[in-house]
């Protein structure tokens, strides 16, 4: 009878030892488990920084119904605020003569002398008027659709820095409002789209209360041209299209002045701003923009064609010769 109580307890042992190894097997398996889940969350952050670190060295070109909804809001958005500061009246003049009168003590105050040269020669201010309402905006857009259609790669980055400019604007519109020449206290400046009849500013005639008359510093009519002359310069082929993307922006200098619309130290304003958003660029995509590949990556590597090996297609071969 002891034997089959030894075989018995042996059995009873190996169903113990086999529990036991069970529940250490499920003891372990959780921790497997979370080993396993820990290196799955280390794998995608991994490939999640892989992807964004590749977007900042050759960002995507964005959707078109994209880009127009977000260009549409973001100038509703900047029209919207920058119409919504407090006009204050009586600081934008006090800045206008505190300005007025440093360019005076620097001897650069030659706004006014421009003014009334330009505004006795008729057909040119009138120009020079429908220069300041209309081109600002047409070489703007231009330029954009530009950069999108022939340079994708950049465009992105490009516009990056002309949102971050115009966003660093808004800030000066609100902390430093300014009158502009034409509308100083005693200035002797003279309004060209008033004397003239034609319409080149939103601050004067019908369009004068709904748009902010203080709105002067930074200008960004300046910041804008530069950024399109930039790229212009930077980006075009031909000789002459570079030289045209240089003389833009000067251009645009002798109109704000001419029509008394901004002072020079607005113009030094809206640069700042442009260096500003050129170096927020750099930092966000790690090179400076017109240095990023004009096609991204993606793309590129899409329209490689696809090789394939010799030896796959000796079988072909020696079949066809059989």
């Given amino acids: ?7 018995q307890r042996g059995d009873a042992g190996r169903a113990d030892a086999a529990s036991g190894g069970g529940s250490d097997a499920a003891k372990a398996g959780p921790g497997r488990l979370s080993e396993g889940t820990s290196r799955a969350a280390q794998s995608r952050t991994a490939a999640l920084r892989s992807h964004i670190s590749a977007q900042r060295r050759s960002p995507a070109r964005p959707r078109i119904w994209f880009e127009l909804a977000l260009i549409g809001i973001s100038y509703w958005i900047y029209s919207l605020v920058r119409n919504a500061v407090p006009e204050q009246e009586a ?3 006090k800045h206008a003569r505190w300005i007025w009168d440093l360019e005076q003590h620097l001897g650069i105050a030659v706004e006014r002398s421009v003014n009334h040269a330009v505004d006795g020669v008729g057909w ?3 120009g020079m008027n429908y220069y ?8 703007t857009i231009g330029v954009l659709v530009w950069l999108y259609r022939r340079h994708p790669g950049r465009y992105v980055a490009a516009r990056s820095v002309l949102f971050v400019t115009t966003g660093i604007a808004l800030v000066g519109f609100y902390f430093f409002p300014l009158a502009p020449p034409r509308l100083m206290t005693d200035g002797g400046f003279i309004d060209t789209v008033k004397t003239h009849g034609t319409w080149g500013s939103m601050a004067s005639g019908p369009a004068a209360h709904v748009s902010n008359q203080y709105a002067a510093m930074p200008s960004m009519h300046i910041g804008w041209s530069m950024w399109c002359g930039l790229a212009i310069f930077f980006l075009a082929r031909r000789t002459w299209v570079k030289v045209l993307g240089l003389l833009y922006p000067a251009a645009t200098l002798v109109v704000i002045v001419s029509t008394a619309n901004h002072f020079w130290m607005d113009a030094v304003g809206g640069l700042l701003c442009l260096a500003l958003g050129f170096l927020a660029a750099r930092w966000l995509y790690h090179e400076w923009v017109y240095k990023l590949p004009r096609v991204p990556a993606r793309e590129t590597a899409a329209e490689q064609p696809i090789t394939v090996p010799e030896q796959w297609s000796e079988p072909a071969v020696s079949s066809a010769r059989r």
């Avoid at 009878?1 to 075989?7: A, Y």
């Avoid at 300041?132 to 070489?139: E, G, S």
């Fill in 1 to 7: 009878m002891g034997e089959p109580t030894e075989i």
């Fill in 132 to 139: 300041y309402a209309t081109l600002h905006f047409v070489i």
């Fill in 91 to 93: 600081i934008a003049q």
């Fill in 124 to 126: 040119l201010i009138t």
